[in-house]
């Protein structure tokens, strides 16, 4: 593809004069592929539903669960030729991704495709039902011209151009559409039609020429960029920098950033929990640092910053882990817009310290559109960009590193070809009865649902609960649990009690083995969860001397790990306390409800 627009008579621009290549795969035989794979055999829908729960509330789950779909159902159905076909939406993402820094800073933008047929499960775990299509161009222009408007408006339309064209065998397949931007475009000028539409006039979007493809209702929530990289990260813990300088000057904002990092880095470990050995002081951040930095980074700042940004922190997450449950109903839809109306609230102290004059963000505006966008399209964690952001290793990273590095782009392309035929057979083979997945092995574990994390396939995951004197040659660990205890003892958090785990062992009795712990307890301060963080603080319990409550228990009535987070207080705390001893010093503790998914459930 190459610029085909009016030249100048003297100095025309490289850009202008270069060709670039645009590598795909035929959209239409990969989602042949998908549809006819039998791995996805009862996890892959072909008529869009309404879900109900036993209260009758409409349960938003996939994409087919949503009202969009429905809607197109009904318009598709109006057509008798469409009758008894199967309606295929599209799900289509892009992202440029670096193979290579230190040799070239070499730079690809792949394009990935999946079917809003299959569940959100499976297109997060992959398994071919997100697929590679193509690589985009992506062009480059001497300094002199970078900024030029034809040059920016050239980038445009060979995005536009080069997915009508990627798409065009699909094109057949769809009907006449009945409004086009078009119209717009003809009776506006070009500085209105930014201003009000966000329309940029002179490109034509590839949606123009296709049917029932309204851009405007095309762009789904984007929860890894608007919510855990933007608006957490980017927007408030700078803006929490921002007001520790401002309030206290920048030399005494860095002595408490730093004490913020110590209290990071001494929270306990914890099964799928990121260290940050030294605070979250790193320049180059990804996807997955947020994610972890969410989990413990708001009784890190408690004590050095306001009550109201505290609750500001704790009506955003509330906000963030809901919206990442795999299936939402209405009730969850009030607690979503319940949690965003004190996070605009609380938020106000950014204002009223000097921190922000304005909130007008595009990324935390997209928040009051998450309701209506998961109506319309399902639980958004089916469409999050983290999904294709993590495919960059086995498509492209992984098949770059094989190649010859040599006009890489079609032997990676043929890489991806290869694997996909590999990936068909053997789900082929299996379905004959031709090959039988191994089951591992896994010692005593407690499995949970956490499909906002990285999980299986159906959304569970397995954690060890581990109480040793010496992890991997090194000091103690010993994690804390959930024990479900019986009616007749009063727990605050759902008959869920709070102990440490101080060693396994087994004994036998009358003939019978027990597998057994002995925990030391925590009781609950209150019966209330802390009004500022919304969790529960616990003590270690003592009796009446004095000494730690310490008992014996079944493994059984383990019911999962818990995860405490000391509550640090206004002081400073001592460079010796680390992640191996601070719940030996610390008196009370938060039941970290952000530890995952399943912990903000029960918490």
């Given at each position: 593809m190459s610029y085909k627009g009016v030249k100048p008579v003297e100095n025309v621009p490289p850009w202008m004069k270069a060709t670039y290549e645009v590598w795909?795969?035929?959209?239409?035989?990969?989602?042949?592929?998908?549809?006819?794979?039998?791995?996805?055999?009862?996890?892959?829908?072909?008529?869009?539903?309404?879900?109900?729960?036993?209260?009758?509330?409409?349960?938003?789950?996939?994409?087919?669960?949503?009202?969009?779909?429905?809607?197109?159902?009904?318009?598709?159905?109006?057509?008798?030729?469409?009758?008894?076909?199967?309606?295929?939406?599209?799900?289509?993402?892009?992202?440029?991704?670096?193979?290579?820094?230190a040799t070239g800073h070499t730079e690809y933008h792949p394009l990935y495709l999946s079917i809003g047929n299959v569940f959100n499960s499976v297109r997060r775990a992959h398994r071919n039902s997100l697929v590679l299509v193509g690589f985009l161009a992506i062009p480059t222009t001497t300094k002199e011209h970078a900024d030029d408007v034809d040059f920016q408006n050239f980038l445009r339309q060979l995005f536009h151009s080069s997915l009508a064209n990627i798409f065009k065998s699909l094109k057949k397949n769809m009907t006449t559409p009945d409004?086009?931007?078009?119209?717009?475009?003809?009776?506006?000028?070009?500085?209105?039609?930014?201003?009000?539409?966000?329309?940029?006039?002179?490109?034509?979007?590839?949606?123009?020429?296709?049917?029932?493809?309204?851009?405007?209702?095309?762009?789904?929530?984007?929860?890894?960029?608007?919510?855990?990289?933007?608006?957490?990260?980017?927007?408030?813990?700078?803006?929490?920098?921002?007001?520790?300088?401002?309030?206290?000057?920048?030399?005494?904002?860095?002595?408490?950033?730093?004490?913020?990092?110590?209290?990071?880095?001494?929270?306990?470990p914890f099964a799928g929990l990121w260290r940050f050995p030294e605070g979250r002081g790193?320049?180059?951040?990804?996807?997955?640092?947020?994610?972890?930095?969410?989990?413990?980074?708001?009784?890190a700042i408690r004590g050095h910053v306001p009550r109201d940004i505290i609750r500001a922190f704790s009506a955003f997450l509330d906000f963030c882990y809901i919206v990442r449950r795999k299936a939402l109903t209405e009730d969850d839809l009030m607690q979503l817009q319940d949690a965003l109306d004190c996070f605009h609230q609380y938020r106000e102290v950014f204002k009223t310290t000097g921190v922000r004059l304005t909130f007008s963000l595009p990324r935390q505006h997209s928040?009051?559109?998450?309701?209506?966008?998961?109506?319309?399209?399902?639980?958004?964690?089916?469409?999050?960009?983290?999904?294709?952001?993590?495919?960059?290793?086995?498509?492209?990273?992984?098949?770059?590193?094989r190649s010859s590095r040599y006009k890489a782009l079609g032997q990676m392309l043929l890489t991806n070809q290869r694997l996909d035929k590999i990936a068909a057979?053997?789900?082929?083979?299996?379905?004959?009865?031709?090959?039988?997945?191994?089951?591992?092995?896994?010692?005593?574990?407690?499995?949970f649902y956490a499909p906002s994390d990285l999980s299986g396939t159906g959304g569970m995951r397995r954690e060890h609960i581990q109480a040793t004197t010496s992890w991997q040659g090194?000091?103690?660990?010993?994690?804390?649990?959930?024990?479900?205890?019986?009616?007749?003892?009063s727990c605050s958090l759902d008959g869920l009690a709070v102990a440490r785990v101080l060693c396994f062992f087994g004994l036998q009795y009358r003939g019978k083995y027990f597998q057994c712990a002995v925990v030391q307890w925590f009781s609950y301060v209150t019966d209330s969860r802390d009004p500022d963080t919304g969790m529960y603080i616990v003590t270690p319990s003592t009796n009446d001397n004095g000494t730690p409550d310490v008992s014996i228990i079944h493994i059984d009535c383990i019911f999962r790990v818990a995860h405490l987070i000391p509550v640090y207080g206004n002081n400073f705390i001592p460079c010796e306390i680390t992640l191996h001893n601070s719940h030996n010093m610390f008196r009370a503790f938060y039941i970290n409800k952000y530890a995952d998914h399943h912990a903000f459930k029960i918490g």
């Open positions: 795909f795969r035929d959209p239409r035989l990969l989602i042949h592929n998908i549809l006819a794979n039998p791995d996805f055999d009862g996890e892959i829908e072909y008529t869009p539903y309404r879900d109900y729960d036993d209260n009758n509330q409409c349960c938003f789950k996939i994409f087919f669960s949503g009202d969009w779909a429905w809607t197109q159902a009904d318009k598709i159905a109006k057509d008798p030729e469409m009758h008894g076909s199967t309606f295929v939406p599209l799900i289509v993402g892009s992202d440029k991704t670096t193979v290579s820094v409004v086009h931007t078009n119209l717009l475009v003809q009776e506006l000028q070009h500085k209105q039609l930014w201003y009000e539409y966000g329309i940029v006039g002179d490109v034509v979007p590839f949606t123009n020429d296709f049917a029932r493809a309204d851009i405007h209702e095309l762009l789904s929530p984007d929860l890894l960029h608007q919510i855990i990289k933007g608006t957490f990260k980017d927007h408030l813990v700078d803006w929490v920098g921002e007001y520790l300088e401002h309030t206290h000057g920048k030399a005494c904002a860095a002595e408490i950033q730093d004490d913020i990092d110590q209290r990071i880095a001494a929270v306990a790193f320049s180059q951040w990804t996807g997955d640092d947020s994610k972890a930095l969410m989990k413990v980074y708001l009784p928040l009051q559109h998450y309701a209506q966008m998961i109506r319309l399209c399902g639980a958004p964690n089916g469409l999050c960009s983290s999904i294709t952001e993590s495919k960059h290793i086995k498509a492209v990273k992984e098949p770059w590193c057979a053997r789900s082929d083979f299996e379905a004959r009865g031709m090959l039988h997945r191994s089951s591992p092995a896994f010692m005593a574990a407690a499995s090194g000091p103690a660990w010993n994690d804390c649990v959930f024990v479900s205890m019986n009616d007749e003892v």
